[in-house]
Every structure is written in C-alpha cells, then in structure tokens.
C-alpha cells in the first residue's frame, strides 16, 4: 500500500501515528488489533491495515457493526 497524497481528513488521523481497534461484527464476535498504522487504513468494500510488524489485515466491511478507536501511547 502506497500513501496517498490526499488527506481525507478521517478523525482517526487526530489519535497519533498507531492506535487500537476493536472492530464489533455480526453475531456478537470481537477482534482487537494493536499497533495499526493510522497512515495505512484504506477503506472501500474492504477496510485494510497494516501492523507495525508489516502485517495486513483485510476486513469485510459488510460484517462489521461498528469500530472503537484507541489512541496508542
């Protein structure tokens, strides 16, 4: 993933350079990733990341209820 020069201005960018989130999906499940690059979020019918390791993780936006965001110190 490459970034872009365009900043969209997402609210996320005001929590730092990582943070956490917990995505909520249907049926009641919950993951939580540490360590996102907030530069590398992209979304589209997919939401993408990558970890600070350089893991990527690709989630099904049609799944996902809603997203808490923590800034990570």
């Known amino acids: 993933m490459k970034t872009t020069d ?3 201005k997402s609210s996320i960018a ?3 350079k990582y943070v956490t989130q917990i995505f909520h999906f249907v049926g009641g499940v919950k993951r939580t990733y540490d360590g996102i690059i907030v530069d590398s979020i992209r979304q ?3 939401t993408k990341f990558k970890w ?3 893991a990527m ?3 099904n ?3 996902v209820l809603m997203i808490e965001v923590f800034e990570e110190k």
């Open 6 to 8: 365009i900043d969209l």
């Open 14 to 16: 005001e929590q730092g």
């Open 44 to 46: 589209g019918q997919f």
């Open 52 to 54: 600070k390791n350089g």
């Open 57 to 59: 993780v690709m989630i």
């Open 61 to 63: 936006d049609a799944n």
